[in-house]
């Protein structure tokens, strides 16, 4: 089991960064990272003194940019922070810090049509009311959520029917930490946004921490960023859950405890000399 790092640690394993804010660039996860995993997706809450110390950060380093599962505009909303950047959607949106709208790739955003008609209704369906199954709506994406089910294993394999028919459609599924997503057929990932944010700034070293199978693409961002000389520098903060992918930890260079030992990462990174 890897231990959480000591505060001189943490300095030490973060001085890429902090030696230069001014060429360096914060991205995290929010749901397990910034907020608690929480059985209803629309009760997530970031904590004031969290948003405040990203506020500290925006003013600080170069770039700053919180990545989700969800859109934009929710993930936005969540934080509550209005001078840094956003990714969403699994990186089909990005939301440049003080712009009004998000880009969005092309070809994600043709089928999110299908995608809607493929789920509508289903939320609807007796076995989906009775074991509390939820339809959570990402724009492009659509989520069903099982956590907190009277049988979750039931739910589990109602939901699998579903990503089989979704996949025989000519969709495609991910499956995520109690939670099923139908996606256009289009491949985007996390580290799709992070790259067109490191590539458009004068950064030389970023950072990334999450918690889940997810922000694993994120982390190979980072890597490949660094092997083609984009990056001088790269830390991977692995937040560790007892729902997360051992990956997670495995692949970091630093790794914490939950919500709490994330919040100690941007502690140190905002009160550095």
């Known amino acids: 089991m890897v231990s959480a790092p000591s505060a001189n640690a943490l300095a030490e394993s973060l001085r ?6 001014s060429r360096a660039a914060i991205f995290c996860d929010i749901d397990g990272t910034l907020s608690p995993i929480v059985s209803r997706p629309e009760d997530s809450q970031v904590r004031k003194e969290v948003s405040v110390l990203l506020g500290r950060l925006g003013r600080r380093y170069a770039r700053v940019a919180c990545v989700s599962g969800r859109s934009v505009a929710e993930a936005r909303r969540l934080v509550g922070v209005g001078a ?14 003080g712009a009004k709208h998000p880009e969005l790739v092309d070809a994600f955003a043709g089928w999110e049509g299908r995608v809607r008609d493929f789920v509508s209704g289903r939320e609807n369906k007796r076995d989906f009311k009775l074991l509390r199954i939820r339809l959570e709506d990402k724009g492009p994406i659509k989520a069903f959520h099982w956590r907190g089910s009277p049988d979750e294993a039931a739910a589990e394999d109602i939901l699998r029917g579903v990503a089989r028919e979704a996949e025989a459609a000519g969709l495609d599924i991910h499956w995520g930490r109690k939670v099923l997503e139908v996606r256009p057929p289009v491949h985007v990932d996390k580290g799709q946004g992070i790259r067109t944010l490191v590539e458009s700034s004068p950064v030389r070293a970023a950072l990334y921490g999450g918690d889940d199978v997810t922000d694993l693409d994120a982390f190979d961002a980072l890597d490949e960023l660094t092997a083609e000389g984009v990056l001088d520098a790269a830390v991977r903060v692995g937040v560790r859950s007892p729902e997360g992918p051992e990956a997670i930890v495995r692949r970091a260079d630093v790794v914490v405890e939950g919500v709490p030992g994330f919040t100690d990462v941007l502690i140190a990174l905002a009160e550095s000399d």
């Open 16 to 21: 890429p960064l902090t030696q230069d804010p």
């Open 84 to 97: 840094i950047a956003y990714v969403g959607s699994h990186g089909a949106e990005v939301l440049r810090a």
